[in-house]
């Protein structure tokens, strides 16, 4: 456990204290993943709402301005501590021209070691940093993640990439996956890949349950009761709903790169 003083020292950004008002090895040195959370804790919040709502970046972009030293000192150990919340902030940072300078070295030096959720926080991070789409390559690799909640956050990012014909043929077997919300963010992908560039209902994003047909499809069925720790099986019937929306989506967004 952190000292009352350390622990106070790791929020001073939030507070108004600055890697000045720290001696000189403690700002040299490299922060603590322990730093890193109380830090986290003063400038975003309860762990569980920054989980639940999103993390909100004004105080980080305050605290950048502040003290870009100790911002990057306390997101340096966020990404050891493969904190989904370290990378996104070194690219909103960016995007609001308060980068680090090492920003896209400490991430790049996170890849090798990154997976699931993490690895595609990272690899988002990068592309808005540097405009590479070759990076969805890294989350499509997640697509075939173990736990569905990293399948579905893959199919989400990657609305964020320019389409490929690689990327809709991933997308459209993630719409045959026998988690709902997987399907159901790959469909959004798909559509919204299928979508003309110019096309005002990008923003906001297209949306399946716009589309009944399809949403029929990719949609799990209602059941009858059950004990809670069973899971329902896929029946054939289901699978060839879900390829049949698969078809559609992927047939409908390669017709949109033929036009590109």
């Known amino acids: 456990m952190l000292s009352a003083p350390a622990e106070f020292r790791t929020a ?6 600055h890697d000045a008002d720290m001696t000189s090895d403690e700002a040299a040195r490299p922060a603590t993943v322990d730093e890193w959370r109380a830090w986290r804790r003063a400038v975003f919040g309860d762990p569980y709402l920054v989980w639940h709502d999103g993390p909100e ?11 870009p030293v100790m ?9 050891d501590d493969r904190d989904v919340v370290a990378a996104e902030s070194l690219a909103v940072l960016g995007e609001a021209g308060f980068a ?15 997976s699931n959720t993490f690895l595609v926080s990272v690899a988002t991070a ?3 940093l540097t405009a590479e ?11 075939g993640a173990r736990h569905w909640t990293d399948r579905m956050d893959a199919a989400i990012a990657l609305a964020r990439f320019a389409p490929t014909a690689d990327l809709v043929h991933a997308l459209g077997r993630a719409v045959c996956d026998s988690e709902y919300l997987v399907r159901y963010h790959a469909a959004n992908t798909l559509l919204r890949y299928a979508q003309p560039p110019d096309d005002p209902e990008v923003d906001p994003p297209v949306s399946v349950y716009r589309e009944p047909g399809l949403f029929e499809l990719i949609a799990t069925p209602r059941a009858e ?11 054939p019937g289901d699978r060839a709903r879900w390829q049949a929306a698969a078809d559609e989506l992927v047939g409908n967004a ?6 590109r």
């Open 126 to 128: 990068l592309h808005r």
């Open 100 to 114: 680090p300078v090492r920003a896209r070295e400490l991430l790049r030096a996170a890849v090798p070691t990154a």
């Open 57 to 67: 970046f004004s105080r980080l972009l305050r605290a950048a301005r502040a003290d």
């Open 133 to 143: 789409e070759s990076w969805a390559a890294a989350i499509v690799a997640v697509l």
């Open 12 to 17: 001073a950004v939030a507070v108004g204290v």
């Open 254 to 259: 390669l017709a949109r790169l033929d036009d």
């Open 71 to 79: 911002v990057e000192r306390m997101l340096t150990a966020g990404l």
């Open 225 to 235: 009761p059950r004990r809670r720790w069973r899971r329902r099986r896929d029946s």
